[in-house]
């Protein structure tokens, strides 16, 4: 009874913040911050729990998780995406150390309220995917709900110190949860992924730090504040310089090649709820910096570069899809999956038009579930059977029927069928690409056709044909587990259905960049 009037009591915390801010209306300040509080709140109860306790940590977790799942519905609901509407929503703005311009300011538009939804659903299922964990569950839920905190601030941050602190608290608590709770080579992943991300850290804050004292030296008041900073008006020189800077600093997140080599490690180490968020969130990150900062920020820097770095998006999809189709690890499969569709992603965004970023925007959602449902499955087989080797799996759909009708819904997105969220995104973000050039989009086109290929085949070897009889015994699909799945493929199947909703979302935010960039509607 103890327990239980506890984890209420976490629970009642948790929610707390949600309804105390719905009561003031769209319009007023402290929502965004009480999403925050939300996690952070929770990492904390479970950190201050006795040992004891350490079973009910996943419980108190899933409650914190779901409170902020809530919450983002909240916001989305509240949000207008009327063409008249302010871009940016729920803004509220605290001096944090006026001398030098910072502010603790936060709002939000339509571009990052989509992926303050993906990540939102992606942390619920990731808890649920992490029932099972029973190593240092305590320090385990807790870091998942730090980093979760980090990601919702960066996608809300309109003060670029501020966004810079939550970048890095986003990023660096992989490197305890892969080198801790991870598998096979973790802790050369969990070193590799952290340099790497480190390096393109320092790339941003180049060019973070060049905005900065650029516009100081200007006369203007110092200023860290996003809107300031966009009106700043600085060189096409300085643009030109500083831009690559900060591409490819977010662009190392993003998977870009050739700085791409740390994800696949990162993924195929990582447990199960961290390769869901690793990515169905993380890598995001990098894309959405590219969008917000880079090319919202600097956009005759955008103009000059965007063509070379989109020809080089090419590589990221069709290199990806190649390299997947040869993998024989079913995690690795779907780690160079992802390196292929976000290359997809950064093709829209080079193509600098409202088709391309908007599918750009979608296919950050879109993949962000579908990798999601990916990495959930592999984590859920490799449970069952204790091996990720494609080739001693076989006729698995015979004994996972269930598992097996996920893993097929997952592949078809990924193969862009229509009626699934990945055909909209990817149709949107080629049709973009067309505009800017046809021949790197047939080339690029040519990605889909091997994703098909090497998802066929993991299906086929993996749930089709004869029975392997070493696992004869195994079970399907426990509650939970579906519950988790269930969850992801109905947003992949309803987006795929219904996407109008979310792309009228995206195109509110995204209306904004192509005035920045000079492209039109």
């Known amino acids: 009874m103890e327990i239980l009037r506890y984890a209420l009591m976490a629970g009642l915390t948790g929610l707390l913040g949600f309804f105390l801010s719905s009561q003031s209306g769209a319009g007023s300040s402290m929502q965004l911050s009480g999403l925050l509080a939300i996690p952070l709140t929770g990492a904390f109860i479970v950190m201050a729990m006795p040992a004891r306790w350490a079973g009910m940590t996943k419980h108190v977790s899933g409650v914190f998780a779901f409170a902020s799942l809530v919450f983002c519905g909240y916001l989305v609901w509240n949000f207008n995406s009327a063409p008249e509407a302010d871009a940016f929503q729920f803004a509220e703005q605290t001096a944090w150390i006026p001398s030098m311009g910072i502010s603790f300011s936060l709002a939000i538009d339509g571009i990052g309220l989509a992926m303050v939804l993906l990540t939102g659903i992606v942390i619920f299922t990731g808890v649920l995917a992490s029932w099972k964990v029973v190593e240092r569950p305590k320090e385990f839920f807790a870091l998942l709900l730090i980093l979760v905190t980090g990601v919702f601030g960066v996608f809300m941050a309109r003060d670029l110190f501020l966004f810079f602190l939550f970048y890095e608290l986003a990023v660096l608590p992989m490197y305890l949860l892969i080198g801790i709770w991870g598998t096979g080579r973790k802790e050369y992943a969990a070193m590799k992924l952290t340099l790497y991300l480190l390096f393109g850290s320092a790339l941003i804050l180049v060019g973070i730090l060049a905005m900065y004292f650029s516009a100081s030296s200007a006369g203007r008041t110092p200023s860290f504040d996003m809107a300031i900073l966009s009106a700043a008006g600085f060189t096409k020189d300085f643009q030109s310089f500083y831009f690559p800077f900060l591409f490819l600093g977010f662009g190392i997140l993003a998977g870009f090649w050739p700085l791409h080599t740390w994800s696949p490690d990162g993924h195929a180490s990582a447990p199960t709820a961290v390769s869901m968020l690793h990515a169905g969130v993380l890598m995001k990150l990098g894309a959405y910096g590219i969008i917000r900062i880079a090319v919202e920020m600097m956009p005759d820097g955008a103009r000059v570069w965007l063509p070379v770095f989109g020809v080089l998006t090419v590589v990221n999809i069709t290199y990806g899809a190649m390299v997947a189709m040869a993998q024989t690890d079913l995690k690795y499969v779907v780690a160079y999956s992802s390196v292929s569709h976000m290359g997809i992603v950064l093709l829209g965004i080079c193509s600098m038009n ?12 879109s993949h962000g579930i579908m990798t999601a449902l990916f990495f959930a499955l592999v984590g ?7 091996t990720r080797m494609i080739n001693e799996y076989g006729g698995l759909g015979a004994r996972m029927p269930a598992m097996a009708a996920f893993f097929t819904i997952g592949g078809l997105a990924s193969l862009g069928l229509p009626g699934l969220s990945g055909f909209v995104a990817e149709f949107m973000v080629f049709l973009g690409a067309w505009r800017w050039s046809p021949s790197v989009t047939v080339v690029a086109v040519l990605g889909i056709v091997i994703t098909a290929a090497y ?8 749930f089709w044909g004869p029975l392997n009889p070493a696992h004869a015994a195994v079970p399907d699909a426990s509650p939970i587990e579906l519950v988790c799945l269930s969850i992801l493929a109905f947003v992949i199947v309803f987006i795929g259905m219904i996407p109008g909703p979310l792309v ?3 195109n509110s935010g995204v209306v904004r960049v192509l005035v920045r960039l000079g492209s039109g509607i």
């Open 504 to 506: 009228a979302l995206i």
């Open 354 to 365: 409202d088709a391309g970023i908007n599918g750009a925007v979608l296919q950050m959602f």
């Open 455 to 462: 998802v066929l085949r993991v299906l086929q070897k993996c």
């Open 380 to 386: 859920f087989t490799y449970e069952k059977t204790h």
